[in-house]
């Protein structure tokens, strides 16, 4: 019974790992914790990375590392000295929480209360900054609504993409805001960049609520699109502002620098499109702003993605990772060129075994009078159907994590000489790096090639080794 539970555990902490990656750096690490439970008390200190997942998680010690916490709820009212991903259906950080890294979070609501030393990555129905709330550098947030409150700072840039945003706090540096609705209300230390694209008066906020009916369960404030802007409202730099309703006059009273107007590029609600893609624009990455934002999100979703994928296969299959990356690791070019081989003839199978298939299906169809048909197209096509989904997942994206293992593992012998393997903080290197390099024009290009070449050529190189073993 003790063995079954040992098994359960292990699966139930996988399946966190799952969520946390669809929901939704480098720290000290000498050994990640999985505490048991779903909290982790006041008085307690924890000096490694920690995976805590339940239907309420609640943070009140010290983690000294990496905090990963995926539940229904998760409460932060401790310190974190590192970074922080946290998914769940409500995230808090409370008014007593630190958090001296950067926070990651994907919810249904987030609300936070506390201080972040470093940025903020929200994704959510809706995001709440309270009066205590401290973010040191920059907020990115995407989602239906964003809401500051008087008091609450956000240190240097805020980066919107949502319905709404709802300003009443103080930015340090620059707001770049691409939404339907704006309520201007607090203090924004540098220039602003402001697109509310089309605004159609027979626009409703209603008809966003008919895509995610639980949105209002979550935002207790919803604006009609448009630009409102306070009285108490204070722009000190310039002020692009890009919309169908020229606000030029209003923007001029609370910006101190120049008010430049432009009108919206047309978009698919002047094309016959649904009102709906008309009145929030996706981002335009020929905008400073949307780029930046979008380019920031993929480097987090890809991090958090392949962070996860390896957390899982370090926790179920330590012992066959551990031997693809070592096979890799001894001999990486001879690994690349299989790695090519490997995914020629897989792409060039995958062309011509389905049309085998159907030729022997029809040949199987004719001799038996159909009654095998069932057989052949049900269960050996969904075998065939699983064997392509496992090499293209082993391909195109097994093969980066394998490569980043190998990667971080290198960085950590060759320049910091490691003399015993960490195994958490090369996977956690490794990922960071990769993912980083990836993000660079061209260089990552190169880089995810040669990763996935690598990667790939190691399955190949580790089941040769085996069998020159046997």
């Known amino acids: 019974m003790s063995r079954i539970n040992r098994i359960n555990k292990k699966w139930l902490i996988s399946l966190s790992l799952v969520a946390l990656m669809v929901f939704g750096i480098v720290g000290t690490a000498y050994a990640a914790e999985f505490p048991k439970g779903e909290t982790i008390p006041a008085s307690q200190t924890v000096d490694d990375d920690v995976f805590l997942s339940g239907e309420n998680v609640v943070v009140d010690g010290t983690v000294n590392g990496v905090l990963f916490a995926a539940g229904q709820t998760v409460t932060v009212n401790g310190t974190v000295n590192g970074d922080a991903f946290l998914a769940g259906e409500t995230i808090v950080v409370s ?14 609501e987030i609300t936070v209360n506390g201080t972040v030393e470093g940025s903020v990555f929200g994704g959510s129905s ?41 300003l009443s706090g103080m930015v340090g540096r620059d707001l770049h805001a691409d939404a339907a609705a704006l309520q201007l209300n607090g203090n924004v230390a540098g220039d602003a960049v402001i697109d509310l ?25 919803v604006l009609e ?31 101190a620098g120049t008010v430049i107007y432009q009108t919206p590029v047309p978009g698919m609600s002047d094309q016959g499109g649904s009102p709906y893609s008309g009145n929030v624009r996706s981002f335009d990455r020929n905008h400073p702003g949307g780029f930046v934002w979008s ?51 897989g792409i060039l199978a995958a062309f011509i075994v389905p049309l085998v298939f159907i030729m022997i299906g029809v040949l199987i169809g004719f001799l038996s009078l159909g009654s095998l048909l069932p057989f052949w197209f049900g269960l050996v096509g969904s075998a065939l159907t699983l064997v392509f989904l496992a090499f293209f ?58 990763a996935t070449l690598i990667g790939a050529g190691a399955f190949w190189l580790a089941w040769s080794n085996r069998k020159a073993v046997a």
Do not use: C, H
Not at 98 to 104: A, M, Q
Not at 304 to 326: E, M, Q, R, S, T
């Open 95 to 108: 008014d007593s929480a630190v958090i001296t890294g950067n926070l990651f979070t994907g919810a249904a």
């Open 126 to 166: 809706a995001m709440y900054l309270n009066g205590s709330a401290n973010v040191a550098r920059n907020l990115f947030y995407g989602g239906f609504s964003l809401k500051t409150a008087e008091n609450s700072t956000v240190g240097r840039d805020l980066y919107i993409g949502a319905y709404q945003g709802l």
């Open 197 to 221: 694209g089309e605004e159609s008066e027979t626009s409703q906020p209603s008809e966003w609520m008919d895509y995610n009916p639980y949105i209002s369960k979550y935002v207790d404030t």
């Open 225 to 255: 699109p448009g630009l409102y802007i306070a009285d108490a409202a204070v722009i000190s730099g310039k002020v692009t502002y890009t919309g169908s309703v020229d606000k030029s006059s209003q923007l001029g009273k609370i910006a």
């Open 295 to 345: 380019r920031a999100f993929s480097v987090v979703q890809s991090l958090i993605k392949l962070f996860a994928l390896g957390a899982l296969a370090l926790w179920l299959l330590k012992k066959p990772f551990l031997k693809l990356v070592d096979a890799a690791y001894m001999e990486p070019m001879k690994s690349m060129g299989w790695g090519f081989v490997l995914i020629a003839v």
């Open 393 to 450: 997942f082993a391909v195109f994206t097994a093969s980066k994590i394998i490569a980043s293992y190998m990667f971080g593992k290198w960085i950590m012998k060759v320049v910091f000489k490691q003399t015993e393997e960490k195994i958490w903080l090369n996977l956690l290197v490794g990922v960071f790096l990769y993912v980083l390099i990836r993000a660079i024009p061209i260089v990552g290009l190169l880089a995810g090639l040669a």
